[in-house]
């Protein structure tokens, strides 16, 4: 036997070829088997699923495929993943995605300390049969923040589903580790907190801890009198509000344009109205903040007139139907 013969491991065959003979795989056996062998061979098979913008976007979104995703994440009676099975595939996507320096690890007082840490920018939790609780939440939050020694990118976009078991108190602790956002992306709101006080609560917490957020986008919530306050006083630095699918209360909507003194930009899509006909939709349109010899004006953006407030109001709830 030549003793000068190199041996070779998983790990060190060629990436190119792997990833040609792994995409001729079905799904079901690259994320149920394949993904598990080893790190290299997990970044991989799910870079073809999850990640995007050179591994630093997770996007849970991507295992929209079908009966093969249920098949690998079995679904519970009431249609989602279950709660055991959703934490093996964060556990698993986090580890492969870790940071490359095995040496180094994150040693931080905030309950952080010995575990590698991820290096994404952005991460889409929003999926249908994904039902994310406050320990999901928690966990993924712990993982990615900045190690010490090993500077890991910060993450600055989050897109989040509220629903049945995502907490104020879950939010609120997994939001400590995010204090780097400048995007994020809130709801649908799903389950008894759609209308309480649940909402109210995680509003303040993304104002506590993300004092660098400029955008804001809301979706499947009520615009009303006590949500609107909360935005105005949490979110003063938000200069993008995106409304989607929410039920929108004119006076709510007042106060926002009103009290955020560096909103810009407000955009409207699908929207209910709160007032009168709760049939009636808004039309979706785009709102622009103008200055006007220094009177704060707004206009529709492919209307050339700025109007003031109340005008404005008048014509978005008259082009209701």
Same mark, same amino acid.
Request: hydrophobic share 40%; charged share 25%; net charge positive.
């Given at each position: 036997?030549?003793?000068?013969?190199?041996?070779?491991?998983?790990e060190?065959?060629?990436?190119?070829?792997?990833?040609?003979?792994f995409?001729?795989?079905?799904?079901?056996?690259?994320?149920?088997?394949?993904?598990?062998?080893?790190?290299?061979?997990?970044?991989?098979?799910?870079?073809?699923?999850?990640?995007? @913008?050179?591994?630093?976007t997770?996007?849970?979104?991507?295992?929209?495929?079908?009966?093969?995703s249920?098949?690998?994440?079995?679904?519970?009676?009431?249609?989602?993943?279950?709660?055991?099975?959703?934490?093996?595939?964060?556990?698993?996507?986090?580890?492969?995605?870790?940071?490359?320096?095995?040496?180094?690890?994150? @040693?931080?007082?905030?309950?952080?300390?010995g575990?590698?840490?991820?290096?994404?920018?952005?991460? *889409?939790?929003?999926?249908?049969?994904?039902?994310f609780? @406050?320990?999901?939440?928690?966990?993924?939050a712990?993982?990615?923040?900045?190690?010490? $020694?090993?500077?890991?990118?910060?993450?600055?976009?989050? +897109?989040?589903?509220?629903?049945?078991?995502?907490?104020?108190?879950?939010?609120?602790?997994?939001?400590?580790?995010?204090?780097?956002?400048?995007?994020? +992306?809130?709801g649908?709101?799903?389950?008894?907190?759609?209308?309480?006080?649940d909402?109210?609560?995680?509003?303040?917490?993304?104002?506590?801890?993300?004092?660098?957020?400029?955008?804001?986008?809301?979706?499947?919530?009520?615009?009303?009198?006590?949500?609107?306050?909360?935005?105005?006083?949490?979110?003063?630095?938000?200069?993008?509000?995106?409304?989607e699918?929410?039920?929108?209360?004119?006076?709510?909507?007042?106060?926002?344009?009103?009290?955020?003194?560096?909103l810009?930009? *407000?955009?409207?899509?699908?929207?209910?109205a709160?007032?009168?006909?709760?049939?009636? $939709?808004? *039309? +979706?349109?785009?709102?622009?903040?103008?200055? *006007?010899?220094?009177?704060?004006?707004?206009?529709?953006?492919? @209307?050339a007139?700025?109007?003031?407030?109340?005008?404005?109001?008048?014509?978005?709830?008259?082009? +209701?139907?």
């Amino acid at each position: 036997m030549d003793s000068k013969r190199k041996t070779t491991n998983w790990e060190s065959l060629n990436s190119d070829l792997l990833l040609h003979i792994f995409l001729r795989l079905e799904p079901l056996f690259l994320l149920s088997t394949i993904a598990f062998v080893c790190r290299p061979w997990g970044r991989l098979c799910f870079s073809r699923f999850l990640t995007k @913008d050179g591994e630093k976007t997770l996007d849970l979104g991507g295992l929209r495929g079908g009966d093969w995703s249920r098949q690998v994440f079995p679904t519970e009676a009431n249609g989602y993943v279950g709660k055991v099975g959703l934490m093996k595939l964060i556990r698993a996507v986090m580890d492969v995605y870790s940071c490359d320096d095995y040496g180094r690890v994150c @040693d931080r007082d905030a309950g952080g300390g010995g575990v590698r840490v991820t290096t994404f920018r952005k991460m *889409v939790l929003s999926f249908r049969f994904l039902e994310f609780v @406050d320990a999901h939440l928690i966990y993924v939050a712990q993982r990615s923040i900045p190690d010490t $020694f090993f500077r890991s990118p910060e993450l600055r976009e989050l +897109s989040l589903p509220c629903r049945r078991g995502i907490t104020h108190k879950g939010f609120s602790r997994a939001i400590r580790y995010w204090n780097e956002i400048e995007k994020m +992306s809130i709801g649908p709101f799903i389950g008894p907190f759609t209308q309480n006080y649940d909402t109210y609560r995680i509003i303040e917490a993304a104002g506590i801890c993300c004092k660098k957020l400029e955008v804001l986008i809301l979706s499947g919530c009520f615009l009303n009198l006590q949500l609107s306050p909360e935005i105005a006083q949490n979110l003063k630095r938000v200069k993008l509000l995106r409304l989607e699918r929410v039920h929108v209360g004119k006076v709510a909507l007042k106060n926002i344009l009103s009290k955020c003194k560096k909103l810009q930009k *407000v955009e409207i899509w699908h929207c209910l109205a709160l007032e009168g006909n709760e049939s009636d $939709f808004l *039309v +979706s349109c785009e709102i622009k903040k103008n200055e *006007v010899e220094g009177v704060i004006k707004w206009s529709l953006v492919g @209307d050339a007139e700025p109007h003031n407030l109340k005008n404005l109001l008048n014509i978005l709830w008259q082009r +209701s139907n």
